[in-house]
Each structure stands twice: as C-alpha cells, then as structure tokens.
C-alpha cells in the first residue's frame, strides 16, 4: 500500500497533447505494468502483470489531490507507474476527482485490459482516452512492448474496436515508433486504424531520457540527460512526420507528431 512518501499525484505537467495536465499515480508504490516496452520512461517494471488489484486506496488520492495545485490544471490524467486500469479502484477514483474537480480526465492505457468489460466501463468514465497501439504483427508486439503472458496484438485490438464501440468520449490511439517500419509494416499498422476508427492518431519517437532503474520521478517530464540516465537511438522526427503524413492518407483519420514543438509528454 502507498505511504506518505508516495504522493500519487504529480504536476502539473506541460503535455504538447494535452495541456496543462496534472498527473494521477494509481499505482505508485512501484512501477507495475503489463508491459514492459524497450522504450519506457519508468526505466524497470518491477512488476509485470495483467491482474487487477488496489494499490493506492482511494482515499489516499484524494487527500493527495487536495493537497496539490489542480484548481490550475486543464485536465486531470491518469498515467503514471504502470498501466492505470491495473488499479481495481480507478472507476472509484475518477468518479471522486470528477466530483471534487469537475476538470476533464484523461486516461493513458497500454490497451491490454480493454477486452474486460468491467475496465472498459471504468475507462469509459473519462472524457478522453488514449490507447497505445505500437505493433503491427505479434513479432513487433513482442519486440517493442514485451507484454505480460496471456497479451497478443489479436487481444488488444478486439479490446480497442469493442471500447470504440461502447465509448461516448474521444478516444485517440497512440503509437510509439523507434525505427521506420517497412512500408508493408505501415500499411499493416494502418489497416489496424481503419478497423478501430479513433477520432486521432498520435504517433512519436521516444525522445526522454531512461533510468538504469525505476525511480518515482520517472513519471514526470524529466528533461536532458540526468547522470545514470541514457536515451535511445530512434528514427529522426521528420520521418516520423512523413510516416504520418502517409498514414493520415491511408486512413482518412487525423494524425498528429509533437514535432512542430518541443518535444514534451
Ligand atoms: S505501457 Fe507505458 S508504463 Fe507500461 S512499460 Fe510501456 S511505456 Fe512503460
């Protein structure tokens, strides 16, 4: 369970996406996650799981949340140490920060549990929902995102197109590239847009420095690189701009890179 010393919620934070956002850590006394992707700012997953369970009582949130600077934040959102729908309580939690805050909550997901109708109903809760979707065979899947046992592309997909159909609110996807996919590799990627049907398409590169291990700030936007710290080789932004461009036509569904600003969140 989380201490004091575990603040689970963090920011504000600048988001290029998303504004002024402030973070909300349902899992903060370790980094759990049913991935672990070769890219991921947390540095380690210590915990590499798909099964629900509370890890910071609801209460514990909420009198973090009072304590921190929300009244200035343009939306509330759900990330931090892992994969937020882990958190058995988070439909319990956006409902008390709605009724607390009334700001619009955002939701960042690996996508993994959306084929259970109990977390699509809880992530349903939030006005906006973003869904990482880095694979386009189960090859790349198990390159990149190194999922929890039991996790295939097949599984998320069918999690995602059913959220899509039962979801009122925005739901973007959001896709981390590290090299430029074959052109056979973007049109397979597209294809798994076109089913879905998102109202946008985020794609990046990892630009944020990694620690050698995780550490509780890892979920804030860390700049530069701190000593211990390293980042990785990826493609050069402008071709993850042409990949969109690409994408978009493929598509018809809007896409969009940080790369017009400063790299951020
Ligand atoms: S889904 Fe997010 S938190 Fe989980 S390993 Fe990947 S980048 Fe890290």
Redesign the pocket.
């Given at each position: 369970m989380a201490d004091a010393e575990h603040n689970s919620i963090y920011g504000p934070v600048d988001s290029w996406r998303l504004g002024r956002s402030l973070g909300v850590d349902v899992l903060c006394v370790d980094?759990i996650?049913?991935?672990?992707?070769v890219?991921?700012?947390?540095g380690k997953?210590n915990r590499v799981t798909s099964e629900r369970a509370v890890y910071v009582p609801t209460e514990k949130v909420i009198s973090d949340l009072r304590n921190a600077d929300w009244q200035s934040a343009d939306v509330i959102t759900f990330?931090g140490?892992?994969?937020p729908t882990l958190a058995a309580n988070l439909g319990e939690i956006i409902t008390a920060i709605r009724d607390l805050t009334g700001k619009p909550i955002a939701i960042?997901t690996?996508s993994?549990l959306l084929g259970d109708a109990i977390v699509r109903a809880e992530a349903g809760l939030a006005d906006r929902v973003y869904c990482?979707l880095d694979a386009w065979s189960e090859d790349s899947l198990r390159r990149v995102?190194?999922p929890a046992a039991g996790v295939s592309l097949g599984s998320i997909v069918s999690g995602i197109r059913q959220f899509r159909k039962e979801y009122k609110g925005f739901l973007g996807i959001q896709t981390?590239l590290l090299t430029r996919p074959a052109d056979a590799d973007i049109e397979r990627l597209a294809e798994l847009y076109r089913v879905i049907g998102p109202d946008e398409i985020e794609l990046n590169i990892p630009l944020r420095p990694i620690p050698s291990e995780w550490v509780l700030e890892s979920r804030g936007n860390i700049t530069g690189r701190p000593e211990g710290m390293h980042v990785l080789k990826t493609m050069e932004p402008s071709e993850a701009g042409e990949i969109g461009s690409r994408i978009a036509g493929l598509t018809g569904i809007r896409v969009i890179t940080p790369f017009d600003r400063p790299p951020q969140n």
């Open positions: 980094s996650c049913s991935f672990e992707c890219y991921c700012q947390l997953i990330s140490s892992g994969e960042l690996n993994t990482k995102d190194r981390m």
